[in-house]
């Protein structure tokens, strides 16, 4: 048996929760993965956010525009006390692109609404007359369209924050921003725009999200962005699984970000 079997493992655990809090004990452990990340790059790390760590240049946290509309977001409280730079500027750059093309944006999963707000502030959609469409439940996953697998990976499914008013709330001086209540796939058709030149997917769920892939291809504007936010992350294999079928049938590619996005442009 080894030294660290089940029985001993429980013991080791018994005494170290005995002397060392779980919140420190789980602060010590971060601790030491950082350290394991800095032995591994050349230099001082300028990034080391949201399971990113880098030495890479990113000047674009100190752009005061950038700046702005990443509060505005960080304000909605849907981050908590993490930060999330690297992913809003990946999710902003690629709805500034939009605004060259024509549409409407759309976001699919939102909880309460940071990065839409975000993407609202970054591009001044709110001085246009296109509309921002936010599709949700506001209140979590939905069980019927989870596999097996999904349902024991999100086994908080249910222990969502409701948030529907506090994203009411929060665009209520916007009137371009179009809250849709509900899940996808069952609310796409309240979309009511031709064309689309911005798509977000963030759903936590292959069979919605792939479904709004499906739903908006043909209504996407050559050249818009689709940022799939999931796409790379551990633990979400099976979305990334479906996008790459999805990508392949549509004789395209996903982009794989470091941040954990991935993103496919349409030809």
């Known amino acids: 048996m080894s030294l660290f079997g089940g029985k001993w493992r429980n013991l080791f655990r018994a005494i170290r929760r005995a002397l060392i809090p779980d919140l420190v004990w789980r602060k010590m ?24 760590a880098s030495t890479h240049n990113c000047d674009f946290i100190k752009d005061v ?39 409407d944006f ?12 975000a993407v609202l502030h970054y591009t001044e959609l709110y001085k246009t007359s296109r509309k921002l469409y936010l599709l949700d439940t506001y209140n979590g996953l939905v069980a019927r369209y989870l596999t097996e697998d999904e349902k024991r990976r999100d086994s908080n499914a249910d222990g969502y924050e409701e948030c529907y008013d506090a994203v009411k709330r929060t665009f209520s001086d916007f009137p371009n921003v179009i809250i849709v209540k509900g ?22 769920c292959v069979e919605p999200e792939i479904a709004a892939a499906e739903y908006f291809w043909s209504r996407l504007s050559s050249g818009a962005v689709i940022v799939l936010d999931d796409y790379g992350w551990s633990g979400h294999i099976l979305q990334k699984e479906a996008f790459d079928r999805f990508a392949v049938e549509r004789g395209v590619q996903v982009l794989s970000l470091p941040t954990g996005q991935g993103v496919i442009i349409k030809p």
Not at 29 to 50: C, S
Not at 68 to 80: E, F, P, Q, R
């Open 29 to 52: 452990k971060w601790l030491h993965f950082f350290a394991r990340i800095e032995e591994k790059v050349d230099g001082p790390l300028t990034y080391n956010q949201d399971g990113l």
């Open 106 to 117: 759309v976001e699919c999963g939102v909880n309460k609404g940071g990065l839409a707000s």
């Open 183 to 204: 899940a996808v796939p069952e609310t796409l058709k309240e979309v009511n725009a031709s064309k689309i030149a911005f798509l977000s997917i963030d759903m936590n």
């Open 65 to 103: 525009h950038f700046s702005k509309a990443y509060a505005a977001g960080k304000a909605t409280g849907s981050w908590g006390n993490s930060d999330v730079h690297w992913r809003a500027h990946v999710v902003c750059w690629a709805a500034k692109k939009g605004m060259a093309l024509d549409g």
